[in-house]
């Protein structure tokens, strides 16, 4: 089966901006998060899917959007990009988040990753 | 809000030989899941090991285990038997019962020395 795959690979902005980023889950999985990883840090949470529907949310400005489409596919978007935005993008998948659900099904595939540069 | 701390930058290892990364979290919830993932530099972030908190015992996936004291909020990786293809950036990770979210300690780097 194939992985979380993530659009593009690389990707060079200038500040203000925009940059869609895209992940597709692996098959089955119903859910997908977006981490940034920041050189030298471990990732931070932006966002979780599931459904369509957001289900979390980390401590990111509203410059950071994203949405889930039926084929459970994902967009993060983000507007009037800074110098600071630079950094790996990550998408996660995982088949259904949330309490009561199996561990397995928690567990969190990433993909390969983004990586922004803004210049 | 949970914390999870990786107080080990860098660790270096030769090869053949045992290494213990360290990693110390905080949080209020009682039902939560605990995950080491590493990752190498092509970047891919994979998962190597996972704890559910409410398993008193350790888990173990072939040379990986870990070490889960819950009331210490510890939770300590052992790789034995350390090979070449082990040297990338491990991550101690922490998931709220919700699912929703894991919050991922700073890393360390971790060398393997022929």
């Known amino acids: 089966d194939a992985g979380v795959t993530q659009s593009p690979t690389h990707l060079i902005k200038t500040r203000g901006q925009h940059v869609t980023l895209r992940c597709s889950p692996i098959?089955?999985?119903?859910?997908v998060s977006w981490y940034q990883q920041v050189l030298g840090q471990g990732p931070q949470f932006i966002f979780q899917?599931?459904?369509?529907?957001?289900?979390g949310r980390g401590n990111f400005p509203d410059r950071f959007s994203a949405r889930q489409f039926p084929n459970y596919s994902s967009e993060l978007n983000v507007n009037a990009l800074l110098l600071g935005d630079s950094a790996l993008y990550l998408c996660?998948?995982?088949?259904?988040?949330?309490?009561?659900?199996?561990?397995?099904?928690?567990?969190?595939?990433f993909g390969p990753g983004t990586r922004l540069t803004v210049l | 809000a949970q914390t999870v701390t990786q107080s080990q930058p860098e660790m270096s290892v030769q090869e053949a030989e045992t290494v213990t990364l360290s990693c110390t979290y905080d949080?209020?919830?009682?039902?939560?899941?605990l995950f080491w993932y590493k990752q190498p530099p092509s970047r891919q972030m994979i998962l190597v090991i996972r704890q559910e908190a409410y398993k008193q015992q350790n888990a173990t996936e072939n040379r990986f285990s870990v070490n889960f004291q819950k009331a210490a909020k510890s939770f300590s990786l052992k790789i034995s038997d350390s090979q070449l293809g082990d040297t990338a950036m491990y991550f101690c990770?922490?998931?709220?019962?919700?699912?929703?979210?894991?919050?991922f300690g700073g890393g360390t780097r971790l060398m393997v020395k022929p």
């Open positions: 996660a998948s995982s088949r259904i988040p949330g309490q009561g659900a199996q561990p397995s099904y928690n567990e969190q595939f």
């Open positions: 899917y599931y459904e369509k529907e957001e289900r």
């Open positions: 098959s089955g999985h119903k859910s």
């Open positions: 990770a922490f998931m709220n019962n919700a699912g929703n979210m894991l919050t």
């Open positions: 949080t209020s919830e009682n039902n939560y899941y």
